[in-house]
């Protein structure tokens, strides 16, 4: 049996590894992707991790260089599945099923926001999933002494404790943790439906919320799908890009590629997007939104206000100079973003073109 001292150094290894997290992102994108060889699609995001790659500190590390390869993956899945080389079929939702929507107030929609945002498997994806999945939690409550989840039962809830607290145990360690407000448990289920690995019982009165499996697999992989044809039909109506497809300039297979790439962020007013002499790294076009372009100490405003359709970021992905300027958003904005590397792939041949509109969209 291992030691005490044993036992906290493995966890300090993983945690100095992030080994946790990152093994539960990969399930995570392999469910996202809805894939039918999942062990790809993880093999494939962890060999990512054994390569040396440079930290991006841009977008609030929403994207960094490991999620970079990851998306292209998704690409490459969805470009192997249009050719007949992979056979998973899109998700098909039930007839007739619609996300729940459960009543909240205002303080409990908030709560599990800013739960979902730092929940390690949740934080990852876009501010738009994390809110169709807030709506669907539910409330539970259970009783002193009640057994929340089973060791070895199958798994179908995902559960955040409002109040009260709960004891987590696992067979032969005994009680490894106490859950108390704000505290995340049973994702896993979510992610393979693996038998529950631990049990949780009520110390006290509980209040909880709790997310079902069906609710979400079927709304973040539903929601996937979506996202991707919104994408491509707002990327249609990007000036720019619109002026390329009627040139030729740009296919719409190639559109369509670009859509599976963007990720979606967003910014509160006055938060700062990209910082004058950043690396830049990603390009980014404005969903949603207003910003601002501004240069030097006195932050002396360069351009017109930019946005929905405008674009910024373009320049320091076409050559090796940092940030020109720093972008700022004037009021709540959405984002699209695109890596340096899927940039480059596919709209580098339209560099000329993009600069031209950059300078004739800040005027």
Not at 313 to 334: F, I, N, Y
């Amino acid at each position: 049996m291992a030691s005490s001292a044993q036992l906290t150094s493995v966890r300090q290894y993983l945690t100095k590894f992030g080994i946790e997290e990152q093994v539960s992102n990969a399930v995570n994108m392999a469910i996202k992707q809805n894939s039918d060889d999942p062990f790809r699609i993880i093999s494939d995001y962890l060999r990512t991790l054994a390569k040396n790659q440079e930290d991006d500190d841009e977008a609030d590390e929403i994207i960094d260089e490991q999620e970079e390869m990851l998306l292209m993956a998704k690409r490459t899945a969805n470009i192997r599945r249009r050719r007949g080389q992979v056979s998973a079929a899109a998700l098909q939702i039930p007839t007739g099923w619609s996300p729940p929507v459960h009543e909240k107030s205002q303080a409990a929609k908030d709560f599990l926001k800013d739960v979902l945002a730092t929940n390690r498997l949740m934080k990852s994806l876009t501010p738009s999933d994390r809110e169709q999945l807030m709506l669907a939690f539910e409330p539970l409550s259970f009783k002193a002494g009640a057994v929340i989840i089973r060791q070895g039962d199958p798994g179908d809830r995902f559960y955040i404790l409002e109040h009260g607290l709960a004891d987590i145990s696992v067979a032969g360690k005994g009680s490894v943790m106490k859950a108390t407000k704000g505290v995340a448990f049973g994702e896993l289920a979510l992610l393979h439906g693996a038998p529950r690995a631990a049990t949780v019982v009520a110390e006290s009165d509980v209040g909880a919320w709790a997310l079902d499996e069906m609710s979400f697999k079927m709304i973040l992989m539903g929601k996937a799908q979506q996202d991707v044809s919104d994408y491509a039909s707002f990327l249609k109506n990007v000036p720019i890009l619109l002026h390329c497809m009627d040139k030729g300039e740009l296919p719409e297979e190639k559109l369509n590629e670009l859509a599976h790439c963007l990720r979606e962020a967003e910014y509160a007013a006055g938060r700062t997007i990209i910082a004058e002499g950043d690396e830049g790294n990603h390009f980014f076009i404005i969903r949603e939104g207003e910003v601002k372009c501004t240069q030097g100490p006195e932050a002396k405003v360069v351009s017109k206000p930019l946005t929905r359709g405008d674009f910024f970021g373009e320049l320091a992905l076409l050559s090796s100079d940092r940030r020109a300027a720093t972008v700022t958003a004037v009021q709540p904005t959405t984002v699209l973003m695109v890596s340096r590397i899927e940039f480059t792939r596919l709209l580098g041949s339209l560099s000329d073109l993009i600069v031209s509109a950059a300078s004739h969209q800040r005027r």
